[in-house]
């Protein structure tokens, strides 16, 4: 695998805006908004934080795989590396607990959804406790230190034996995590990094497939566009709707939260497929709504539940006029917190450090 300078492609802006819109749609229709008349959305939301954390790995793991092996033994790579990685989650999520704390002990907003005491902000901050969507924020930042290793060891399986002797490290460790942390004994909202381990090692081996493939294919790979289909459609299947209405199970919007093998497999398959398929499969991502909303993708998950509260409590609507008011809500809260917060701290970097996302 030759080293190559890190490369931005607009159409996982669209992915990430993919995962937080899932997200949102599903806490919609489990309170009852018209998300999407006739067909309940209710249940998806976890799928699409497993995409958040397949497109994590990825992400970074291509960034350090494209790096030149001497960047790997200087200090201020991986200086750069912690830095970048505390400012992408730890600023924005300390405004929410210290807003959810106030919010909680002064008993001024009864409605807000993240009820969080002193106690419970000391567990929040030990990444030891998240309440509602908060769960995913230690999931995802312990990884962060998990990362390189994991990195390193796919990288020197690649030059050994490469991308099948890489997907095979991938399986192996997969397997030991199902073994010591299996799907069925694992909690609702689990802040255990363990359990989710396989998603996080699937956008990693995905990120050496990617950049294997790199630009060796001039016309698009068949292979990616068949698979990214069969992943897209295995997807749709997987929705606890579509399940019911095809007959296999009754109703239950929990039914596939611990499928975690399936969502790692199926993303992953559609990734690759958005960036090394088909050009009809790519389009969609690099809509620009779909950038931007990846953009303010983080953002728009921490919130979203505050202002879906608002709009149910305090304002008491409901219907069609609830929804809009939960999208338009969300929206700007978001982009307020993205321009505020997220943006100018990403500007931030350790001297010449390169790492971002």
Same mark, same amino acid.
């Given at each position: 695998?030759?080293? @190559?300078?890190?490369?931005?492609?607009?159409?996982?802006?669209?992915?990430?805006?993919?995962?937080?819109?899932?997200?949102?749609? @599903?806490?919609?229709?489990?309170?009852?908004?018209?998300?999407?008349?006739?067909?309940?959305?209710?249940? *998806?939301? &976890?799928?699409?934080?497993?995409?958040?954390?397949?497109?994590?790995?990825?992400?970074?793991?291509?960034?350090?795989?494209?790096?030149?092996?001497?960047?790997?033994?200087?200090? %201020?790579?991986?200086?750069?590396?912690?830095?970048?990685?505390?400012?992408?989650?730890?600023?924005?999520?300390?405004?929410?607990?210290?807003?959810?704390?106030?919010?909680?002990?002064?008993?001024?907003?009864?409605?807000?959804?993240?009820? *969080?005491?002193? =106690?419970? !902000?000391?567990?929040?901050?030990?990444?030891?406790?998240?309440?509602?969507?908060?769960?995913?924020?230690?999931?995802?930042? &312990?990884?962060?230190?998990?990362?390189?290793?994991?990195?390193?060891?796919?990288?020197?399986?690649?030059?050994?034996?490469?991308?099948?002797?890489?997907?095979?490290?991938?399986?192996?460790? @997969? =397997?030991?995590?199902?073994?010591?942390?299996?799907?069925?004994? @694992?909690?609702?909202?689990?802040?255990?990094?363990?359990?989710?381990?396989?998603?996080?090692?699937?956008?990693?081996?995905?990120?050496?497939?990617?950049?294997?493939?790199? $630009?060796?294919?001039?016309?698009? %790979?068949?292979?990616?566009?068949?698979?990214?289909?069969?992943?897209?459609?295995?997807?749709?299947?997987?929705?606890?709707?579509?399940?019911?209405?095809?007959?296999?199970?009754?109703? $239950?919007?929990?039914?596939?939260?611990?499928?975690?093998?399936?969502?790692?497999?199926?993303?992953?398959?559609?990734?690759?497929?958005? !960036?090394?398929?088909?050009?009809?499969?790519?389009?969609?991502?690099?809509?620009?709504?779909?950038?931007?909303?990846?953009?303010?993708?983080?953002?728009?998950?921490?919130?979203?539940?505050?202002?879906?509260?608002?709009?149910?409590?305090?304002?008491?609507?409901?219907?069609?006029?609830?929804?809009?008011?939960?999208?338009? %809500?969300?929206?700007?809260?978001?982009?307020?917190?993205?321009?505020?917060? $997220?943006?100018?701290?990403?500007?931030?970097?350790?001297?010449?450090?390169?790492?971002?996302?």
């Amino acid at each position: 695998m030759q080293p @190559s300078g890190p490369r931005h492609d607009p159409a996982l802006d669209g992915l990430r805006g993919l995962a937080v819109l899932i997200v949102l749609l @599903s806490h919609g229709a489990n309170v009852g908004l018209p998300v999407l008349p006739g067909f309940s959305l209710s249940g *998806i939301g &976890k799928s699409g934080v497993y995409l958040f954390f397949v497109l994590s790995a990825f992400l970074l793991t291509r960034l350090l795989l494209g790096l030149p092996r001497a960047r790997w033994r200087e200090a %201020g790579t991986w200086i750069d590396y912690a830095l970048r990685r505390v400012l992408r989650i730890w600023p924005l999520y300390l405004v929410v607990l210290f807003a959810s704390v106030a919010a909680t002990t002064s008993g001024a907003l009864p409605w807000w959804p993240y009820a *969080i005491d002193g =106690a419970s !902000l000391l567990r929040h901050l030990a990444l030891q406790e998240g309440v509602s969507v908060l769960w995913s924020i230690p999931v995802e930042f &312990k990884y962060y230190v998990w990362l390189p290793a994991v990195a390193a060891l796919l990288a020197v399986a690649d030059r050994l034996g490469g991308v099948w002797l890489a997907a095979l490290a991938a399986a192996a460790l @997969s =397997a030991g995590a199902l073994a010591v942390w299996p799907p069925a004994e @694992s909690l609702v909202n689990d802040v255990r990094l363990g359990p989710y381990l396989m998603l996080f090692f699937a956008g990693a081996l995905a990120a050496v497939v990617s950049l294997r493939v790199g $630009e060796a294919a001039a016309a698009p %790979g068949r292979i990616a566009t068949a698979a990214g289909a069969a992943a897209a459609l295995a997807l749709l299947a997987s929705v606890p709707s579509s399940v019911a209405a095809l007959g296999l199970a009754a109703f $239950e919007p929990a039914l596939n939260h611990r499928w975690f093998a399936f969502f790692a497999v199926a993303w992953s398959a559609l990734l690759l497929a958005v !960036l090394h398929g088909a050009r009809w499969l790519q389009r969609p991502f690099e809509m620009r709504p779909m950038r931007w909303l990846g953009w303010i993708s983080f953002s728009a998950y921490l919130w979203h539940m505050p202002v879906l509260a608002a709009v149910l409590g305090p304002l008491g609507l409901s219907g069609a006029a609830a929804l809009a008011a939960f999208a338009a %809500g969300t929206v700007v809260v978001s982009w307020v917190s993205w321009r505020l917060v $997220e943006r100018p701290l990403q500007r931030v970097r350790w001297r010449d450090g390169r790492l971002a996302r």
